[in-house]
T-cell receptor, first 111, second 114 residues
Framework: DAKTTQPPSMDCAEGRAANLPCNHS???????VYWYRQIHSQGPQYIIH???NNETNEMASLIITEDRKSSTLILPHATLRDTAVYYC????????????FGGGTRLMVKP | DTEVTQTPKHLVMGMTNKKSLKCEQH?????MYWYKQKAKKPPELMFV???????INESVPSRFSPECPNSSLLNLHLHALQPEDSALYLC?????????????FGNGTRLTVT
């Protein structure tokens, strides 16, 4: 699976959009980009995933660049409850669903 | 609330004790996973069960013994642990072992080995 690079920490004001970047410059054509988050004292929670096209669900939007070497997770209106560690993971779906977590980005949403 | 239930939430055990962690899901998922997470570190994969059979063991010491009695249950039997095994143990499940379906995690068992 391709390696990912994320900033270790970010701050965001409550009510504003949180844009979390992820670099995956070695991604191959059949690798998906997954985002999970882990709120303190809880297990990781699936947010969204995509291959090439931008994706949106009730939690977030995923923007993948045309060359697929980077992506951005967007939380459109961050709340204090979005404070968490956000993990960007790149993997080949057919190889198995287990995840290899990197360091992630610690997002702090401030009032 | 999570659809994957782990018990107990907290466990303190001595190095000579034998204990078990339990994980249960009723979503009809056929793949289940054990992860270990040390403080301020990302989760690390330990075991994968596919259709109730052990498919991946990430070179985990034999003092950790997984068991999948049926498609809804996953246990982790602990024996002769060391203090460095203290961690958050996370269970997860997915619809099938492959194909990209997301993992659903429980909130973990926080284990302290004294």
């Amino acid at each position: 699976d391709a390696k990912t690079t994320q900033p270790p920490s970010m701050d965001c004001a409550e009510g504003r959009a949180a844009n979390l970047p992820c670099n995956h410059s070695t991604i191959s054509g059949n690798e998906y980009v997954y985002w999970y988050r882990q709120i303190h004292s809880q297990g990781p929670q699936y947010i969204i995933h995509g291959l090439k096209n931008n994706e949106t669900n009730e939690m977030a939007s995923l923007i993948i660049t045309e060359d697929r070497k980077s992506s951005t997770l967007i939380l459109p209106h961050a709340t204090l409850r979005d404070t968490a560690v956000y993990y960007c993971i790149v993997r080949v779906a057919r190889r198995g669903n287990m995840l290899t977590f990197g360091g992630g980005t610690r997002l702090m949403v401030k009032p | 609330d999570t659809e994957v239930t782990q018990t107990p939430k907290h466990l303190v055990m001595g190095m000579t004790n034998k204990k078990s962690l339990k994980c249960e899901q009723h979503m009809g998922h056929r793949a289940m996973y054990w992860y270990k997470q040390k403080a301020k570190k990302p989760p690390e994969l330990m075991f994968v069960y596919s259709y109730e059979k052990l498919s991946i063991n990430e070179s985990v010491p034999s003092r950790f013994s997984p068991e999948c009695p049926n498609s809804s249950l996953l246990n982790l039997h602990l024996h002769a642990l060391q203090p460095e095994d203290s961690a958050l143990y996370l269970c997860a499940s997915s619809q099938v072992p492959q194909g990209g379906s997301p993992l659903h995690f429980g909130n973990g068992t926080r284990l302290t080995v004294t």
